[in-house]
């Protein structure tokens, strides 16, 4: 009766909407929107339309391939999944959904923090290529014994958020009625009986089995119920960390550590120096500082400055294939997804996250068809222009 089939969409725009039908509005514009004025949110698609690709005609296109080569591993695309707190709350043990489809596409998974499924049950119950983001909390020692089980758990890289010293400003959270501590009134408790899919699917569901989802990973001191955020959130945040910080996480992770959050050579630069294996060049999908660069407008600068000694991830706002190609162009050696498989996820668990993924790699390869190339390795900044022209920006 709940079922949506992710084949009636025809993008990852399509998923968006099915989505916005069947979640609550709290929990839709918690995922959808940005903070503040929503600028950030807004140029980051905006930079893409800024960029050209130019086209080469009669290329024999016909052996095209988007496979790449990653930390000494082979994947089938050139994307991997974001790390999301919220996926559990879109769908039912919906990091499960997301690392089931990553799986199947051979691409890695990032598990976040404030997941509602633990890491270890995502490795145990699943497997692949997995990643593990972290937060560093007021206490740092609790942080370093996540580090601890991520390893024990088989996790090949780190991925250390470091974007948001402070809690960011999401005006539209309080308008929605969902504040820290989440209480019921009127207006959310109707928004969530308007929507009888969610709540029978998701929350329902939870509720009859394993009781309201918390942040599975949180070691008791921080774990609470999912809407119970207040306490927790104050503890998560830390604006006192430094680069010594990553220093310490270095000397403890044996694997692949990557610094999330990124927007300046300079400090692409830092991150290396304290021993990182790579960065994501990211402003966290425009959610957390409305003033920062669109990630893609910054992604030439730091190619330049440390693209030969390091591997440089970007995200924020890659809807199309063709955004994933242009930062490739740029200099970019993967591109992290974030909404758009959570939308897959909220409307069909794994097999619409699967769409989503369908999705940029049909146009990844159309796109790299219509540039005269077989190859992610022939991907280079002449095949790209920046122009100026006004622009309509998209309300993704
Ligand atoms: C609902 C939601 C929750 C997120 N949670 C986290 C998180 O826990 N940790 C983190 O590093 N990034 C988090 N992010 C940011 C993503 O990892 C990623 O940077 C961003 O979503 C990329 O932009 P896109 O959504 O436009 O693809 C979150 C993003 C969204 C939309």
């Not at 909407?17 to 140029?43: C, Q, S």
């Not at 790699?361 to 006004?390: K, M, Q, W």
Request: charged share 25%; with cysteine; net charge positive.
């Amino acid at each position: 009766m709940f079922k949506i089939n992710p084949s009636d969409a025809q993008n990852v725009h399509d998923l968006r909407m099915m989505a916005k039908k069947r979640l609550p509005k709290w929990l839709f514009e918690f995922v959808d929107r940005g903070t503040e004025d929503e600028v950030a949110l807004r140029n980051n698609r905006a930079a893409f339309e800024r960029i050209k690709l130019k086209t080469q005609v009669l290329v024999d296109v016909s052996k095209r391939d988007q496979r790449i080569s990653l930390f000494g591993k082979s994947h089938d695309m050139p994307i991997a999944i974001a790390p999301t707190g919220a996926a559990g709350m879109l769908a039912y043990k919906g990091e499960l959904a997301l690392a089931r489809a990553a799986k199947a596409a051979n691409i890695p998974f990032t598990l976040a923090t404030g997941s509602t499924t633990s890491m270890e049950d995502v490795a145990n119950l699943v497997g692949g290529t997995l990643w593990f983001q972290l937060y560093m909390w007021s206490d740092v020692k609790l942080s370093h014994m996540l580090v601890e089980r991520a390893k024990r758990a088989g996790y090949e890289a780190l991925v250390v958020t470091v974007d948001g010293p402070v809690n960011t400003n999401r005006e539209y959270n309080v308008r929605n009625g969902f504040t820290a501590p989440f209480s019921y009134n009127r207006k959310n408790t109707l928004d969530v009986l308007t929507h009888p899919a969610w709540l029978l699917t998701v929350l329902g569901r939870y509720l009859v089995t394993t009781g309201m989802p918390k942040r599975e990973n949180y070691p008791t001191e921080l774990k609470e119920r999912y809407t119970q955020v207040s306490s927790a959130e104050r503890k998560t945040k830390n604006d006192s960390l430094s680069w010594d910080d990553l220093s310490i996480l270095r000397d403890m992770w044996p694997g692949k550590l990557i610094v999330k959050g990124i927007l300046t050579p300079q400090d692409a630069e830092r991150a290396i120096a304290k021993g990182a294996d790579g960065i994501v060049v990211s402003n966290h999908g425009g959610r957390n500082f409305d003033s920062s660069m669109a990630p893609i407008e910054v992604l030439p600068g730091i190619v330049d400055a440390v693209g030969h000694k390091t591997t440089i991830i970007v995200d924020s706002g890659f809807r199309r294939g063709s955004d994933v190609v242009k930062a490739l162009a740029l200099g970019a050696n993967l591109v992290l997804i974030g909404r758009s498989t959570l939308w897959g996820a909220t409307i069909a668990q794994e097999a619409g996250v699967a769409r989503a993924i369908q999705f940029y790699h049909e146009e990844i390869s159309r796109t790299l068809a219509y540039l005269g190339c077989n190859h992610i390795a022939e991907l280079n900044r002449n095949l790209l222009e920046f122009v100026d022209t006004p622009h309509m920006p998209l309300a993704m």
